[in-house]
Nanobody, 123 residues
Framework: QVHVVESGGGAVQAGGSLRLSCAAP????????VGWFRQAPGKEREFVAA????????FYTDSVKGRFTISRDNVKNIVYLQMNSLKPEDTAVYYC????????????????WGQGTQVTVSS
């Protein structure tokens, strides 16, 4: 069992930036692909970004391409989601997930999920 913990959420104005972090205290994420998903009120959970275990591949949903960057530091055992040029429509609870996945954008492929961190972007 891998306990995943997100941090770094908060409230910012449109155009601002936040960096989310995903860690697994006491365990390693290094063997897993890691994805970020988000869920806005009244909407279904959606894929945001993902990174392969060795950082060889990254994936993004179209709405965040050019604005968000996913990266990982396998020495620190942390995965980051740098979010720039934030928009009000980015407001959601952001979840980190880890697993040995086939489809990086499919949440059902991920085995371990965090509790989420709130991101609120005001206009």
């Amino acid at each position: 069992q891998v306990h995943v913990v997100e941090s770094g959420g908060g409230a910012v104005q449109a155009g601002g930036s936040l960096r989310l972090s995903c860690a697994a205290p006491g365990r390693t994420l290094n063997n897993y692909a890691v994805g970020w998903f988000r869920q806005a009120p009244g909407k279904e959970r959606e894929f945001v970004a993902a990174i392969s275990w060795n950082s060889g591949s990254t994936f993004y949903t179209d709405s965040v391409k050019g604005r968000f960057t996913i990266s990982r530091d396998n020495v620190k055992n942390i995965v980051y989601l740098q979010m720039n040029s934030l928009k009000p429509e980015d407001t959601a609870v952001y979840y980190c997930a880890a697993g040995r996945v086939r489809d990086y954008s499919d949440g059902s492929d991920y085995e371990y999920w965090g509790q989420g961190t709130q991101v609120t972007v005001s206009s």
